[in-house]
């Protein structure tokens, strides 16, 4: 009698388990909401992965105003004339295809920390268990006299987000005269994309060195010495440029006249260029700053590292170049990607109570082009340092390339159409 | 005063069964626990070799999905030796301990490709 009820109860909780198991890889029972802002290379990931990572448990809606991704990496190759805007844009129909995220275009005006949702530009509500934020960056126009005015009327472009401004730049690099002067200036570190100004001026000078060959590239930089693989960099400009491409360092901008394209130093003499691109002071996006996330010199978000939650705001999980670094961290979409996958495993823990993973890793490859073909690379690999609470590079990894080769070139495009995929399909 | 009544079957079954069942909810949490510390570690290598290791069909990439857990996991520590050589993978390797380079193999060798 005993034995017998004992079987039966068992029977009943098997029964409820598998019912449980069937529930859960079906979708029906959502074990959270998750809200993810910004449809970039941290967002897309944090979107399609808190899907894979919750067998599809978890609700994620992505909010995003533009109806294409138009890709960051790659577009100084559109620059160059190597490639086209259609090459790096891409769609965002394989998130809800493949995944069942509900991608939502619209831009989020307001977060309401307190009731817990977002309000959308038109006019809808959302409300979250957990906020994913990858706002990208904003501009310090502030910084540079000028600057924005020169900008606005087209005279002074960053294209430092893709989209409009790298095919408007690429046109001004067209109607270039031979022999003109095609500057870029560098905001001090850190700013998106460390490597992503001297491969540019790279992708130029190989184009002009090609079509305009009398012309100029200088590359001014307020940074003490090329941010980042240096060594190669300088050894492109030397080998593949002879006189075409001048590197100033230390130089500090002050303002900038649109209507001349000349821009001012601290010290240095004024520049005049015929294409100037000046790259504008960074700062997390609008909507982390507005939110009042950016409590790291009113300029970058501090997050816990091992979710990459805000340490200004509980349940708003913040990711990629919006984020004050951790040593040796670039600002990199590689790096934001590497934060979404970090971020959902524990947004996923944290809706199972589960504990979240006390050893999380990172992975960064940043490759840069140096003309059509040769291409370089630096790559890093990062763990979480429990007693300092920060990610640290592994001791012994990462590294920059021996020398430049077409075999990297055919990597770079291999990583940027495998990555898109592991962001978007 | 009442006397105690004993647990009758009905109370002990339930009460078996809870425990049973609590136990089972509890290991299937610590497996998808297990399932996503290791999913998330191999997915550190999906920029490049694609998602769960299906790298984009025709990019020069390797796909990592279905293969020999044997053959990956040697290779994946001869870069990590520097027996082998390599433009970028040695530096990842160097990245990651011998015990998580056999976590990932196992993953991977278990997708189909």
Redesign the interface.
Known sequence: ??RR??I???G???A??TLG?CASVGGTASKGRVVVVGGGWGGTTAA??TR??SANTVDVTLVEPNRQFVSCPISNLVLGGMRTMADITHSYDGLVRNHGVRLVHDTVTVVDRGRKEVRLAGGQTLKYDKLVLSPGIDFMWDHTPGLQTANAAGQVLHAWRPGAETAALRQQLETMPDGGTYAITIPLAPYRCPPGPYERACTVAAYLRRHKPRSKVLVIDENPDVTSKPGLFKAAWRDLYPNMVEYRPLHRVVSVDGATRTVNFEVHEPVRADVLNVLPAMRAGRLAVDTGLANANDRWCHTHFLTFESTAASDIHVLGDAIQIAPGMPKSG?MA??HA??A??AI??MF?G??V?PH????N?CFSFLDETHAV?I?????YNTAERTFR??A????V?DMR?D??G??T???A???W??ML? | MTKRRPPT??A???G???A??TL??SA??AS??DQ??I???A?????????DGR??PG???VGLAGMDRHHLQSQLLAFRAGTRSA??MH??????SPE?IEAISVYFSQLRP
């Open positions: 009698m005993q009820t004992i039966k109860g068992l009943a909780a098997g409820a388990a198991g399609k992965y894979l990572f590689h990607n590497s996958k970090v959902a495993a996923i823990s199972n589960w504990p993973n999380p890793k990172l992975t490859v690379h790559a890093s690999v990062h763990e590079t592994v012994g990894s990462g590294g390339s080769n075999l990297q055919i990597h495009w291999a990583w159409q495998n990555i995929s592991d399909t | 079957a009905h002990l079954g339930v078996v069964a809870l049973l069942s089972a909810t299937a949490a998808s626990l996503l510390r999913r998330a570690l997915a550190t290598c999906a920029q490049c070799h694609g998602t790298a984009v990019s020069a990439m433009t970028i530096q990842i390797m160097r990245g990651y998580q």
